[in-house]
């Protein structure tokens, strides 16, 4: 089983920055793609930023500018930078990492715990 941890989350004005990291462990053969999801009350989880095994990113078009995914192989760890906050940024994100794991190796998409994320105006 792959478990995620996800650390970062908090209370910021708008303006400012804050930096997620989210970490798998176990029995990990290969992570392919890594991306953070949010979501808020009464509405669906929606991306924010993907990149892939091969570093190749993508991201909402809403956050384009403002937010950097990045992954750190060596660490099973990947990073969401979120500078230029806005209330609107305000949101549970989740990070996801679709992983080969275990014996017999098998895919598996996990999702992290989630981190509240606030951003005052």
């Known amino acids: 089983q792959v478990q995620l941890v996800e650390f970062g989350g908090g209370l910021v004005q708008a303006g400012g920055s804050l930096r997620l990291s989210c970490t798998a462990s176990g029995n990990i053969h290969r992570i392919n793609t890594m991306g953070w999801y949010r979501q808020t009350p009464g509405k669906q989880r929606e991306l924010v930023a993907i990149?892939?095994?091969?570093?190749?990113?993508n991201y909402a078009d809403s956050v384009k500018g403002r937010f950097t995914i990045s992954r750190d192989n060596a660490k099973n760890t990947v990073y969401l930078q979120m500078n230029s906050l806005k209330p609107e940024d305000t949101a549970v994100y989740y990070c996801n990492v679709d992983a080969v794991s275990g014996w017999p190796p098998q895919g598996q998409s996990r999702w992290g715990q989630g981190t509240q994320v606030t951003v005052s105006s």
């Open positions: 990149i892939a095994g091969g570093g190749s990113t």
